[in-house]
């Protein structure tokens, strides 16, 4: 649906994203993080086709933005990061005002306004001025606006910022859902358990691209495992017994647990497992601690920051 | 087309709600187009009085044989200048509230994102700004001749409006000048974010106005229909620069990256 190849934007003398390719397919949810500045806006605006690449060649739906700018900007939805609306009036016209750009008909049109403002409960206040909405309520009308149409690729720019929880997980049920209307969603996000528990494959990027992998390839391609120990008594009293192994990398201890960062597990466990058995520990639980995307994507981009 | 209608629809239902923009507009008709005629029409006699009134018409027309009439048409002819006001005025009061609301609200990019081309936003924008321009200053023109030909029936027994010269002035130079001030006030528009300062691009284009209405009163030289069409032809050039120059600043890529936008 979606294909980026070695995609450069500079503007004058900086350069915002720096030879990126990726590709995304029908009703995927990709996850596009990255540090503030890392070029994540830079690229939703080159995809959407409001900013045009300095290099690199982009095809959406297989069409170009140079050639098919309108077709394309007919067939997404943008949700930016900073939402606005014509505050002077109503939601329902807030609505009705974008989606009059689109060659759909008056009724679809009427009934896709109804049906947005229902899923996220502002039906209710539909006639209210939009300035006189939450932001969170705005958020919500800015998420409608950016379906209005029913688009097939969907750019979400922190979706779910400033939402209360409540809102926040409807957001997210409603995004994961896109995946059975066959709509691609391309989701940039700083909530990275959001990204984790949403995304079919994760792209982090800081200005070029780090990785992109699914959360169970990163997890598995981690140099640092973790693994939790659970003894039946205190786990300080083994501490300096586990600081005496080279292979453990790091550890933390807390009450009856000490969590270990390991290289290479299928070397360092069987020699962890056998010194403690051998000083008459007693174990209680020895368990495989699976990295959280946060924690990859913090090594990933101190990894970065390093080169 | 069909867009820029959605978009003219829109801005123009705010605009109507906008006291700030009507506020001045009635002002302005009230002692240009009511006020100031009935004053100068009415009170024409004790002008006359004034021995210096006398001597300036004697420079002016030379020797007249009315100089009543003579000095109801020289009235007249500042008051038509005076009326420019209103297509300087009006376009530089929407237009940037237009372009800025847009930008503090954050509209622009979603906007941008659906299937609208940049010039159906330009050009639904400019007809928001031209058009109230258009209906006002030719309304404020009917009112000026309507107030004028009673007034001057009443005292002196004749209609001296319209003339060619209203003609020129109502139908070719305000639309020339309201097309102007809308391409400018957008181009200014994109580089501030402080409608006040945008909106005073009006003010600079007042300058004129008042120059040409003090040169008329020094003596230095009396508008008659040439000078008006070489007027309209000077502004005309100018058009299609500013009308280039808005088309420029008004692409995608320089809106979002190039404009200046509330932080």
Redesign the interface.
Known sequence: MIKVENLTKK?ETITAVENISFDINESEIFGFLGPNGAGKTTTI?ML?????QTSGKITIDNRSPESDG??I??I?G?L?E????????SAY?NLD??S????ISNTIRKNNIKKYLKMFDLWDRKDDLAGTYSKGMKQKL?LS??LIHEPKILFLDEPTAGLDPESAHMVRNFIESQKKEKTTVFLCTHNLEEASNLSDRVCIIKRKIIRIATLSELQSDDKNKRVEIVFTDDADRYIKLLEEIDEIKNIQSDKNKATLVIEKPEISNPIIIKKLVDSGAQVLYFNEIKATLEEIYLDLIKDEEAK | MKNAAVVFKKEIKEVIKNKNIWMPILIITAIFSIAMPLVFILGSNSILKDEDTLNFINKIFGQVGDPLRVLIGFILKQLLIFLLILPAMVPSLIAPSSVIMEKENNTLEPLLATPLKTSELLLGKSLTALVPSFVISTINFIILTIVVDVAAYIKLGYAPLPTMEWVIVAFLLSPILSFIITMASVIVSSKSTDIRSAQGIGAVIIVPIYLVIGLQLAGFFLLNITYLLIGCLVLLAVCPLVLRLAVKIFDRENILTKWKMKA
Do not use: N, V
């Not at chain 1, 900073?82 to 009036?89: A, F, L, N």
């Not at chain 1, 009059?100 to 060659?103: D, E, K, N, T």
């Open positions: 503007f605006r959407s086709t409001l900013i045009s309108e077709y900007r007919s997404i943008l930016t900073s939402p606005g609306m014509y505050e002077k009036i016209d005002y974008y009059s750009f689109y060659s800015a606006r950016a």
